[in-house]
């Protein structure tokens, strides 16, 4: 009587394992799937971003050009500001010169 018992047990036990490792299964393909999902979906929404920065940023800058504006480097803009400062010295210290200057810059300027 006792070995119909212990294959009574072990038949059961090899049934909740079959289940488990079914369910496993399962649970795994459902993970692989969601996984590829949100793969696909979060690289679709970084696609659209990226592409609506660009857009933005294209829209700013032609507005920009239409207004007869552009964009300079601050460098560049203080290199300026600092070279007008010295002429504007310049001038200051030295009218007579600053005369031919500023008639030299006239012709300069017209052609």
Do not use: C
């Amino acid at each position: 009587m006792r070995p119909i018992l212990l294959s009574l047990r072990f038949h059961q036990k090899s049934d909740t394992v079959k289940y488990w490792f079914f369910g496993i299964l399962a649970l795994l393909l459902v993970a692989f799937f969601i996984l590829t999902a949100t793969v696909y979906l979060g690289k679709n929404w970084y696609r659209e971003s990226i592409r609506t920065k660009t857009e933005v940023r294209e829209e700013i800058l032609k507005e920009i050009k239409n207004e007869n504006k552009a964009i300079y480097e601050t460098e560049q803009v203080k290199q300026l500001e600092h070279n007008t400062t010295l002429m504007n010295k310049w001038m200051q210290k030295n009218p007579k010169d600053a005369e031919k200057f500023l008639k030299f810059k006239e012709g300069y300027e017209s052609r």
